[in-house]
């Protein structure tokens, strides 16, 4: 299996199209045979991601890099970054309004549970320019 | 338990596609998106109050093979579009959360999180 790099627009807001990224990315990912305990790992971050960006940020951008032995996820938006980084990655931390929470988000567990489904989390967020996460899935095999 | 058993058992007046025979392995109640990919295992059933677009992209993520919608809210054509196109069945309960959990745990679907600490 060759390298497959896959790119998506996020747009803020449009509950229609949010987790239609993750949902290609699923799709890639099954279609190439990746483990189904791998695949949600890694669905589930990005579908976390992407609904972040969905929810807080102005538009955004998914790339998916995958190869035969990782899956490497950023998600990157513009604005307008978290101001406390630390404090967002703690579970129940959130600044999302009363409406997102009725979407059934916005409870606080986005980055914690992005942490808790990868092998690696990088979140980098400046105020006002934006938040990049970003996290690889190691494909484990036997 | 199967597909029909729990359409039956739950009195469903509304299902959005023929159910099967597909087993129900698990189940996970929640309003919450997030919690649900955190807790939700593959051919799980989600039970939520949640009718919205975001529902159905979480059972596909999570591999759910339904969502029981209860207090008999209707999930919209988009939603049973979206539904469908991912093989997840959708279904209408007249009871509500606390009933629906309480009608399933006592036929013996729990949790695999609960069902692994009773271990």
Redesign the interface.
């Known amino acids: 299996m060759t390298t497959i790099e896959l790119d998506f627009d996020i747009k803020h807001n449009d509950?229609?199209r949010?987790?239609s990224a993750?949902?290609a990315l699923?799709n890639t990912l099954k279609q190439i045979g990746y483990p189904?305990d791998i695949i949600?790992r890694i669905?589930?971050s990005s579908?976390?991601a992407e609904?972040n960006v969905v929810v807080h940020a102005s538009d955004g951008h998914l790339r998916a890099v995958i190869t035969p032995d990782e899956v490497h996820v950023i998600v990157k938006d513009n604005g307008p970054g978290i101001e406390n980084v630390e404090m967002a990655m703690k579970e129940g931390y959130s600044t999302a309004p009363e409406r997102i929470r009725e979407?059934?988000?916005g409870?606080g567990?986005?980055l914690p549970?992005i942490k808790?489904n990868t092998d690696e989390l990088k979140v980098n967020s400046t105020v006002p320019e934006g938040t990049t996460v970003d996290f690889i899935v190691r494909r484990k095999n036997g | 338990m199967n597909l029909s058993e729990l359409k039956t058992l739950l009195n469903c007046p509304f299902c959005s596609q023929q159910t099967s025979g597909k087993e129900v392995k698990s189940i996970c109640a929640s309003?919450?998106?997030?919690?649900v990919?955190?807790l939700a295992d593959?051919d799980s059933v989600i039970i939520?109050n949640?009718v919205?677009?975001?529902?159905i992209?979480?059972a596909?993520?999570?591999?759910s093979v339904c969502i029981i919608f209860v207090r008999g809210k209707s999930p919209t054509k988009?939603m049973v579009a979206l539904a469908e196109k991912n093989g997840i069945t959708l279904l209408v309960t007249e009871y509500d959360m606390f009933e629906t959990c309480g009608i399933l745990y006592g036929k013996g679907l729990k949790h695999k999180k609960v069902a692994h600490d009773n271990h």
């Open positions: 509950f229609d949010a987790g993750s949902s699923k189904p949600k669905v589930v579908y976390e609904m979407l059934g988000f409870a567990m986005g549970n808790k | 309003d919450l998106m997030s919690e990919l955190l593959r939520t949640l919205n677009l975001q529902a992209r979480t596909e993520m999570v591999e988009d």
